[in-house]
């Protein structure tokens, strides 16, 4: 049933061994004996002294020692004063700390989770520390397999499982009850009740906007972003469909435009379901549901844009580029800039120009991100060569969420050649193109 598999190291432990511990404690004993027996001391001399607290009764006639109070009969009265054995005391000491030390040596490095009750394990999965929680899911296992969990325990790690998956820290218990619960989903051990708080758990993608929205320009959005742990544990990932939108509690329609600069909250009804991702397990999946996603929007006069308008970036950016054409597409590549670019793309023929779509460029991509390609709108008859126009449109990086700055300019590629069938696969950028581009990224912080 259990398939965790471990994320950290976990140290060798040594298996408990009764002999060794029932050994150190024979030691311990013995030490303690010897030290209390040395400690005592032996009596030496015949002056009478009190057995209680040894105190010297010679020429006392009361009937109780004047020092602790003590009735003073023959039994109570002795002769001689105790003197320690230091040598019983020294190796009674020996033995006591080498017991001690050697006993919690060992202890620190043996495995004790093979000896603790079941249920014992199961609250000890919130104990914090990746190492040992790592090391109760695989004595958990060991019992699983060996002779069963019973249903007790079994709704037990179910419901701790479940309580610690509503804590998505990504924290080896974490990751432990995810994976849990995903063998018990597959393995049909939950209740309905108990598949719909799992996918209760699951976190919604977030809504996100752009930081400073320009007024009156429309209010970029995005639900969803970036990885998120529960979906991938779980084979599956949310698609939104948003249906309503509000300003302030107020109904709004798309685009989402703002006049008045200030701060806004932005709500946006959306529906949410879960999808099988390829490969992922077939689990049986909740239906649909309405969430409500807010946050806040920031509108400002002036979008706090920052454009560059270099004239010698714009030879780097030249250098960088490759341009590739055949009858059917436009691809376009930069590789290895240091700014974000945005541009509106055109063939130039004969007296006009044709719009072919738009491109964004980001510092720092993948180099598989840094090529393009467009689909070519018209016939290009019998040309064997077209000028292609890269014109930057500011509006494409403020429909971004998070690019805040620009190199503003115009590209021109004269006599691009039109390649009879061009390859797709072909790469713009080579391999040691890629290479210097991607060690230069890492040499030096981009502007976002």
């Not at 005592?40 to 015949?46: A, I, M, Q, V, W």
């Amino acid at each position: 049933m259990l398939a965790i598999t471990a994320q950290v190291v976990v140290p060798m432990l040594e298996s408990f061994s009764a002999t060794f511990f029932c050994g150190m404690v024979v030691l311990l004993l013995l030490g303690v004996g010897l030290l209390i027996w040395g400690w005592r001391g032996k009596r030496h001399g015949d002056r009478p002294t009190c057995r209680k607290c040894d105190y010297n009764l010679t020429g006392i006639t009361s009937e109780r020692c004047p020092e602790c109070g003590a009735a003073l009969t023959a039994t109570t009265i002795a002769g001689g004063k105790r003197r320690r054995r230091w040598g019983p005391v020294s190796l009674g000491a020996l033995l006591t700390v080498w017991a001690v030390w050697s006993g919690a040596d060992r202890g620190l490095k043996t495995d004790w989770y093979p000896l603790w009750p079941t249920g014992w394990l199961i609250d000890d999965l919130q104990c914090g520390n990746d190492v040992l929680v790592d090391r109760i899911w695989q004595e958990i296992q060991r019992r699983d397999n060996s002779d069963g969990l019973t249903t007790s325990h079994q709704q037990q790690l179910i419901d701790a499982c479940l309580a610690e998956h509503q804590r998505p820290t990504g924290s080896r218990a974490w990751l432990g009850a995810c994976e849990f619960l995903r063998d018990c989903v597959t393995g049909g051990k939950l209740t309905g009740a108990q598949i719909k708080l799992l996918y209760e758990n699951i976190p919604l993608p977030p809504l996100r906007v752009r930081q400073a929205v320009r007024a009156g320009d429309s209010v970029p959005f995005r639900i969803g972003d970036g990885f998120d742990m529960s979906t991938f544990f779980f084979g599956v990932r949310y698609e939104s469909r948003p249906v309503r939108f509000r300003i302030d509690g107020q109904s709004v329609e798309l685009p989402i435009r703002i006049t008045e600069p200030g701060t806004y909250l932005l709500e946006v009804d959306a529906q949410f379901r879960l999808v099988q991702l390829d490969g992922g397990n077939r689990l049986p999946l909740p239906p649909a549901r309405e969430q409500t996603l807010s946050t806040q929007v920031t509108v400002v006069e002036d979008d706090m844009l920052t454009v560059l308008r270099d004239p010698a970036f714009a030879r780097e950016v030249r250098d960088h580029t490759r341009v590739d054409c055949d009858s059917v597409q436009l691809r376009i590549g930069i590789l290895g800039v240091s700014m974000p670019l945005a541009f509106d793309v055109f063939l130039e023929l004969d007296d006009h120009e044709v719009h072919v779509g738009r491109a964004l460029f980001r510092p720092g991509q993948p180099f598989f991100n840094a090529e393009q390609s467009f689909r070519i709108p018209v016939r290009l008859g019998s040309r064997r060569a077209v000028t292609v126009i890269l014109r930057t449109n500011l509006d494409i990086v403020r429909a971004t969420l998070d690019v805040t700055s620009c190199w503003s300019g115009e590209l021109r590629f004269d006599d691009v050649p039109i390649e009879a069938s061009a390859d797709a696969r072909r790469r713009l950028f080579s391999h040691d193109e890629v290479q210097r581009a991607q060690d230069a990224a890492r040499k030096q912080p981009v502007a976002p």
